[in-house]
């Protein structure tokens, strides 16, 4: 009989904010050790915490965004427990009163579309980080302590490892197309632990699972599912049976180390955080916040899709990193830029400027107002440029900041459309080519192309194309009837 594997997936998740959780300490990745550190995240005695707003905000989309069930009452815990980098001994965190409850996650794997529920999502604080160092000495940077975090546990419905893999990249995407966390797992701002067991196929009941611990990295997730599955199975084939434990993955040595006896929540002894009060969210509140989201990740796939025809790789590229969505948003909702368009041009030509330049969509934002962009997508539309000379537009106001306007008249962009103006051109040229003219035969293409080209060259690429080519056959097929 064959095995089935069976995981439950713990996400960690650094929100966005500006501030950390519960004091007023920058929410910064990359400054020097031990500099981002005040009495109140390193829990100090006096030292009071006050949650910060803008967490129960970022929380909140993210709820939404899973189609969760928003609590207007939740409260914080104490998690007791003692690791050199969290210098309180304890972990704010929540335990029986959640912020948020139910929802699911959706992804498409080998043509099938996948849903697993989530448990819950809570909000808790990071603790600090050790570094071994080559000596064999280990310090301690504390600026993580207090970072607000969500945690996002998924129900144990994931059955292999590409099925992790591609649960972790959409909720990755998610988060990032709500820009509630940049989902960097290289930086450490999106983190899981693994919870593994395997089963005889067929059977309903679970058995005793190992937790690994801080996996960074969706390759060594699913790497750790596959070595750790076969560990059970072995053990299971041989008799022996498997103990709850909780494991640290060795990406060096491809195997996963123990790294304690696994803890029930008794073991964290839980109580009531004495310094916080319940957290309480009315209606009005949380349908404040699903207004401000333009719509949920879900959602916002599916429209992009259906009604306004983008393709799947151009909405993977927009919920590739945090930022791409909310200006996209102003592009198609503040200025009124036509969605396909948008796709074109952000997947193509922005996407190019932002590679290039290692600009993230933020940098690109400030050089490339929305508004000058929207203006340049509906000068292609009306034809007054081409989709080159568009692109063009974009890129210069990226180097200089420029109105679209000037950039048009400066570099003679502006397209020829005037069929009256054309239409004399396309004559010359049609006189100047009388072999072309000759061998075009009505129906066929290639001639028509190298006309059009030449009309193109002597107008110094300032005739509309389609204009160019409609006047082209028009007067071919004229000089063929008579």
Not at 17 to 45: E, I
Not at 100 to 105: A, K, L, Q
Request: proline letters at 5%.
């Amino acid at each position: 009989m064959s095995w089935e594997v069976v995981v439950g997936l713990e996400i960690h998740a650094q929100l966005v904010t500006r501030t950390k959780a519960f004091c007023r300490c920058p929410n910064q990745y990359g400054a020097a050790p031990n500099t981002l550190v005040c009495p109140t995240c390193l829990g100090m005695p006096g030292a009071l915490p006050v949650l910060n707003e803008e967490v129960v905000s970022q929380a909140t989309k993210l709820a939404l965004a899973l189609g969760a069930t928003v609590h207007p009452h939740s409260k914080f815990d104490r998690k007791n427990y003692f690791y050199p980098d969290l210098p309180k001994g304890y972990q704010i965190s929540q335990y029986d009163e959640p912020f948020s409850t139910g929802g699911f996650v959706e992804f498409e794997l080998g043509g099938e579309t996948k849903r697993i529920r989530v448990t819950r999502a809570h909000i808790e604080e990071d603790a600090g980080k050790s570094q071994h160092l080559a000596d064999g000495t280990t310090v301690v940077d504390m600026n993580r302590c207090g970072v607000p975090l969500v945690e996002i546990v998924s129900e144990p419905e994931l059955r292999s490892p590409a099925e992790a893999g591609a649960y972790v990249r959409t909720v990755r995407d998610w988060l990032r197309a709500i820009n509630v966390c940049d989902g960097n797992m290289e930086q450490g701002s999106l983190r899981c632990d693994a919870n593994i067991s395997v089963r005889r196929a067929g059977e309903l009941d679970f058995n005793e699972r190992r937790e690994v611990k801080n996996l960074n990295s969706i390759s060594n997730l699913e790497q750790v599912i596959v070595a750790e599955s076969e560990w059970q199975i072995k053990r299971y084939e041989a008799g022996e049976t498997v103990k709850r434990m909780t494991l640290l993955w060795d990406e060096g040595a491809e195997i996963a180390r123990e790294m304690r006896r696994k803890e029930g929540s008794d073991d964290y002894r839980y109580f009531p955080e004495p310094d916080l009060p319940e957290l309480t969210l009315d209606a009005q509140y949380i349908e404040g916040v699903r207004a401000s989201m333009w719509l949920t990740p879900r959602e916002l796939k599916a429209e992009l899709m259906a009604v306004h025809g983008w393709n799947r790789e151009q909405v993977q590229y927009l919920f590739s990193s945090a930022g791409h969505v909310p200006y996209v948003r102003e592009l198609v909702q503040d200025f009124g830029a036509d969605p396909k368009s948008v796709a074109s041009f952000y997947a193509t030509v922005a996407s190019g400027i932002m590679n290039e330049r290692g600009w993230s969509p933020a940098e690109f934002s400030q050089q490339v107002p929305a508004a000058s962009f929207a203006k340049v997508i509906s000068y292609q539309l009306d034809r007054t440029i081409s989709f080159t000379g568009a692109s063009a537009v974009i890129k210069e106001i990226a180097d200089t900041g420029a109105e679209p306007d000037a950039i048009i008249s400066a570099r003679g962009l502006r397209q020829i459309s005037d069929r009256g103006v054309l239409r004399q051109i396309v004559e010359q040229v049609l006189e100047q080519n009388p072999d072309a003219v000759l061998k075009h035969k009505p129906g066929e293409d290639k001639l028509v192309k190298f006309l059009v080209g030449r009309v193109i060259q002597a107008t110094n690429k300032s005739a509309n194309p389609a204009v160019a080519t409609e006047l082209v056959r028009e007067l071919l097929d004229s000089r063929k009837a008579n």
